[in-house]
């Protein structure tokens, strides 16, 4: 299996993890006890931060030169576009949230194009195009995703593209722990100042998901950043449609939403983009 499609499963499985996050976060940011979208990513960064000292404690992992402009521009767009995104799945239907915030591939591969200098061909460019197609099918966005709340996930979207430049540009120069580590310890730092103006005390309840959601974002970070030093951010990315089936799945599970034929059809679209894509990798590292 080349690097580009080893890149590209290893996004795949993170962004279950990532489909997971958002529906969590909806549940917290909902009802009559609900949680600010500050205090979401301020468990979101926190208790993934909690998980990797405890890591390091045990393994006691080498650290490399630090690269601090880079990680703090990373964490500064990534913090925003958490929140943004968060923001968006307690105002407008997840849906459309996870849809119009998943635009962020666009936005990495445009800035990896212009930042890291990648190739990004045609082909590439039509087949993301198609993912994002067959992502209209699976949610069919309605009067509902033109609503003010929408900018917020459209702003999402933007921020969270830029943060992935950020990681591939750290991708080649430190290591994934590294990298991971302080991402969350400058994260949950700067969202403790937060919570002096949005602190609340938790339920239980809530105590429990706000620790799931830091360990589900951790796991998908602990795929995502090497997923980016595989292959080319340009081409790996777009698999991150992959994360609206899943989405679609949780519905039906957790809350007995039958996809319709255009959510299936969506589905098929986005699966043989990514397939193409890989394909046409595959034989290109064979000639």
Known sequence: MTGQRKGALFIVIASIFAAMTTLIAKI???????????????????????????????????????HIPLHLGRVAFGVSGVTAMFAAATLIPLADATA????????????????????????????????????LFLIR???????????????????????????????????VF?????????????????????????????????IAIGLAMLSAQSLYVPALRMGDASFVMPFSYITLVFAALYDLVLFGVIPVPLSLFGCVIIIVSGVILAWRDGKAKAQ
């Not at 990513?41 to 926190?46: E, V």
């Not at 993934?48 to 630090?66: D, G």
């Not at 212009?114 to 082909?123: A, Q, S, W, Y």
Request: net charge positive.
């Open 28 to 66: 917290l940011g909902t009802g009559e006890t609900a949680l600010s979208p500050f205090q979401i990513t301020w468990g979101r960064y926190t208790f993934a931060m909690m998980a990797l000292a405890i890591f390091y404690f045990v393994r006691r992992p080498k650290f490399e030169p630090l």
């Open 100 to 135: 119009i915030s998943f635009l962020n591939p666009m936005f990495a591969m445009a800035f990896a194009a212009l930042m890291l200098r990648e190739r990004v061909g045609p082909v590439r460019w039509f087949m993301a195009a198609l993912a994002l197609i067959g992502a």
């Open 141 to 175: 966005p309605g009067a509902t995703s033109f609503q003010p709340a929408g900018l917020i996930a459209l702003l999402a979207a933007l921020l969270i593209g830029i943060e992935a430049t950020f990681v591939k540009a750290l991708s080649g120069r430190e290591p």
């Open 178 to 210: 590294q990298i991971l580590l302080m991402s969350n310890l400058v994260g949950s730092t700067l969202c403790m100042v937060l919570m002096i103006w949005f602190w609340q005390w938790p339920m239980f309840e809530q105590w429990l998901l706000l």
